[in-house]
Each structure stands twice: as C-alpha cells, then as structure tokens.
C-alpha cells in the first residue's frame, strides 16, 4: 500500500541551529511533494511546494530537497527560531490517483529552545 | 489566505443525532476538500469536490455524505454519529494542482 512517512513524531533543536526533517515515502510515482506547517489549535498552512523533476527549493530560511531515488525529501529550516516550533507535516500529491488529492504524514513537533 | 471560514468551530452532541459542518471559502476555488485528523493518524481525506454538484470519496468516507451546491459552499454530513468520528475537521480549498488552504477546523465530540 501506498505510505507517507515523517520519521520523527519530535524534534528538539537549539536556537540558531538548522532543524532538518525528514520525509520518506513508499510505492508512490510522485508528481509533486509539499509542505505545511500547522500551529495548535489552527489548520495547516503551506510553506513550500516542490515537484518530482526538482531538487531543491528556497524560500528565505526554508530549503526542501527532493530525491526521488531514494523516495525521500528533506525540509531545513536555518538559524531556527522559537517562532518556527510548531508542527511540520508533508503531503505527496502521487499520479495516477484522484487528481486533487494529497496523502499527508503524520507531522513532526519541532520544539526550538531558546 | 483563502478565506476559508468552518461553522460551528466547536460541536459536542449524541450518538445516533445528524451533524454538518459548513466550510464558506471566498476565493472562487474549484476544489474543495474534507479531513479529519487523529492522533496517530495525521490528516486522512474523507470527501472532496472538483466542481458545484462534483463529488468523490476520499480515505475514509463511510458513514460521511457532502453536498456542494455553490463554489463557495460544502457541506460535510454525519447522518447518525458514532464515537469513532470524534475528531478535529479541516475544509480546504484550491486551484487545480495548486496548495491547499485550509480552516482552522471544527472540534466534534460525540458522546
């Protein structure tokens, strides 16, 4: 079956240093690979979107890596702040499927402590 | 943002009663979409919508129906709640193959 994995549920990280986190998934032909970050209480909102014949995107502290070799993306958030904890959930959007749909994962918490 | 409002943001009633939630976005977005979210489960696809009276299942439709009479409208119904569908509800909405704007979501209880 098809999967969408984020490997931590947590992750703790120092102010001022890089928070990567890790997305992985499974059977899928992916098109395009997003991320969202949502705070508690409040729905997700989008950060970054990065398609299958791309291996990076920058949006001022933010970078996602896509490799589809080893069906995995990486999300980086540089010189971290206590502001960007929240959690951070990735969604793949696989052709073949239903047009519009998006499998999310499960997110992980990221904790920055000042 | 999209401008994606959900109504009531809070509901708490019985097992067996009819709920809808509403889910009012202004952006003039064809797609819109319903989610429950779980702990352990992240965010699971119940119903979604490509256009006014287009409809299709998502991951975990049973026991879940929706109506989109308008653009700016969809409606997600529990016909008889069970305690399984307590959970958070998230609306968003899109442009085709474009991110998705969600509402802040409706916490149901159902006792």
């Known amino acids: 079956s098809q999967k969408i994995e984020q490997n931590s549920e947590a992750l703790n990280i120092q102010e001022g240093k890089t928070a990567t986190l890790t997305c992985n998934y499974t059977?899928?032909?992916?098109?395009?690979l997003q991320w969202y970050r949502q705070d508690p209480g409040r729905g997700p909102v989008f950060l970054l979107l990065?398609?299958?014949?791309?291996k990076e995107k920058r949006k001022e502290r933010l970078k996602v890596t896509f490799d589809t070799t080893l069906k995995q993306s990486l999300f980086h958030i540089t010189a971290s702040q206590p502001a960007d904890s929240a959690t951070y959930l990735c969604?793949?959007?696989?052709?073949?499927?239903?047009?519009?749909?998006?499998?999310f994962g499960k997110g992980t918490k990221l904790s920055v402590i000042p | 943002d999209a401008g994606i409002t959900q109504s009531p943001r809070h509901k708490v009633t019985e097992t067996g009663t009819p709920v809808t939630l509403r889910c009012h976005q202004t952006?003039?977005?064809?797609?819109m979409y319903w989610y429950r979210q779980d702990p352990g489960h992240g965010l699971r696809l119940i119903h979604y919508?490509?256009?006014?009276?287009?409809?299709d299942k998502g991951e975990v439709s049973d026991g879940y129906s929706v109506s989109r009479s308008k653009t700016e409208d969809f409606l997600l119904t529990l016909e008889s709640a069970t305690s399984s569908q307590t959970s958070v509800y998230f609306c968003?909405?899109?442009?085709?193959?474009?991110?998705?704007?969600f509402g802040d979501g409706t916490r149901l209880s159902i006792l």
């Open positions: 990065i398609r299958e014949n791309e």
């Open positions: 968003a909405s899109s442009r085709p193959n474009q991110p998705q704007h």
């Open positions: 969604a793949l959007k696989y052709s073949g499927a239903g047009s519009y749909q998006l499998t």
């Open positions: 952006e003039n977005h064809r797609y």
């Open positions: 919508s490509y256009g006014v009276k287009d409809t």
């Open positions: 059977n899928y032909s992916p098109a395009y």
